[in-house]
């Protein structure tokens, strides 16, 4: 059974790609993940750059990945974790109270408290109650521990998105603690975004359409500076703040609408992904900042099929996301974004076969979890944006889907840098390889990508 300590994964839990898996497999995940829970810090080195263990074996689990694939792809993975921190018992019991637990957050080495606190709560009153408690109630609380699980590129979320949709509490308690112990920079930005867009009373525009609106504003769509420490917080947000605001301010989502604009930013999370992984002359690859904007999606699913999230919550965070997808177009420079790339895309093996029958070499890659993770993530969002193929908003349709399965695997096959940090800047392309032709044996290069 699976606890507040104890990760159990079962062969009929899968997650959203409802894939068949066998009790070996499941036996291993269960293995692995508890491991990664009671060995590793939630970051493996002092940078704040990011453990992907427990996203990786999931994402390789729930696409039909074997024992002995999850068991590779930790290995690969785990020789460079930082081992896990002592936590503190006076400071565990201070995290009781808010006014004394605001002291704490935004510091990692109090990342062991905070885990073992909620792994408490949970404990106590089950994960669907904590999490309501800590992230849905709207309270002050709530909006701060908010804030903080759309900081770090998102990894707060993408580390709960994985505890809500297999149903684990321990997994659940980490993506809060994860979130407790990263900063709160987006809080000004988030909250006057949505400040401003009560007097907005003009219906949302697609989303498409305003990340248009972003590439033609000037001022916005070059903010973004290559010697920026962080591009949003440094560039987009120092330099064009009003222009942010103004763009931003028009994302409003109605109740009613809440299935169908999830599925748009959904598509178009995918649709600006994957179109500004190309550059004439170049490889394609996908950028590593959008790449995590399509890779957190399906959480919005798994959230949207809790009864006991408040509606209102499930807007609420579906219109954050959106504004942060504008934010990080911007501050990767706004590559041009034109479906005709995706259509008349070639792949490698000049072979359109289906999407699945790519994971074979993504089980078998060497990296941290990033690709199947995108993988997984576009598979998803096929499904949820098929019923809605009739919409203007909709530009991948058919085999388009297969093309843009087939771009992800070829995109980290072709040697260089797996992800490229900035699609829109020219000099983040030139250690990417010059375009070779699709049936040339290109293989990549053993864990190139930086972690974040």
Not at 180 to 200: C, G, I, M, P, T
Not at 349 to 374: C, M, T, W, Y
Not at 404 to 430: F, I, M, N, T, Y
Request: glycine share 6%; aromatic share 8%; with cysteine.
């Amino acid at each position: 059974m699976a606890t507040a300590h104890t990760i159990q994964i079962t062969p009929d839990n899968t997650g959203l790609w409802h894939v068949s898996q066998d009790e070996s497999a499941a036996k291993k995940a269960s293995e692995l993940l508890q491991e990664d829970l009671e060995k590793h810090h939630v970051f493996f080195n002092h940078d704040g750059f990011h453990n992907h263990i427990s996203h990786h074996i999931l994402s390789l689990y729930g696409t039909g990945a074997s024992a002995e694939q999850m068991k590779r792809g930790y290995a690969e993975n785990a020789s460079y974790q930082r081992p896990t921190l002592k936590t503190h018992e006076k400071v565990i019991e201070e995290l009781k109270n808010w006014d004394t637990a605001k002291k704490r957050v935004g510091k990692d080495q109090y990342y062991p408290d905070f885990l073992a606190f909620f792994q408490s709560e949970i404990e106590r009153s089950g994960w669907e109650k904590v999490l309501y408690e800590y992230m849905f109630k709207g309270d002050e609380r709530c909006e701060d521990m908010l804030v903080r699980m759309l900081a770090g590129f998102l990894h707060p979320l993408i580390q709960l998105m994985y505890g809500v949709e297999w149903k684990q509490p321990a997994m659940v308690a980490m993506g809060l603690a994860q979130a407790a112990v990263h900063q709160d920079n987006l809080r000004s930005f988030l909250l006057a975004a949505e400040k401003a867009s009560e007097s907005v009373s003009a219906p949302m525009p697609s989303i498409a359409s305003l990340l248009e609106e972003v590439r033609s504003n000037e001022k916005l769509a070059t903010s973004a500076h290559t010697n920026d420490g962080n591009k949003i917080r440094d560039g987009v947000l120092a330099r064009a703040w009003d222009e942010t605001i103004t763009i931003t301010s028009r994302v409003k989502v109605k109740p009613e609408e809440l299935d169908e604009k999830t599925a748009e930013m959904y598509h178009t999370a995918i649709y600006e992904g994957s179109l500004a992984a190309f550059r004439p002359g170049k490889e394609p690859k996908y950028d590593f900042f959008l790449m995590h904007h399509i890779n957190v999606c399906p959480i919005f699913i798994a959230i949207n099929s809790q009864d006991w999230i408040p509606m209102e919550s499930k807007v609420r965070l579906l219109e954050w996301k959106i504004r942060m997808d504008l934010v990080q177009y911007a501050a990767r420079s706004c590559p041009p974004l034109s479906i005709n790339k995706i259509a008349s895309y070639v792949p490698r093996d000049k072979n359109l076969s289906p999407a699945n029958e790519q994971l074979p070499r993504l089980f078998v890659l060497e990296d941290d979890g990033h690709a199947i993770k995108l993988f997984r993530a576009v598979g998803l969002g096929q499904r949820v944006c098929e019923k809605y193929e009739d919409k203007d908003w909709v530009q991948i349709k058919g085999d388009l889907w297969t093309r843009v399965s087939h771009l992800v695997v070829d995109s980290v096959e072709s040697g260089g840098p797996c992800w490229v940090r900035g699609a829109g800047d020219p000099s983040a392309w030139k250690d990417v390889p010059d375009r070779q032709e699709a049936d040339n044996d290109c293989v990549s290069d053993k864990l190139q990508q930086v972690h974040l």
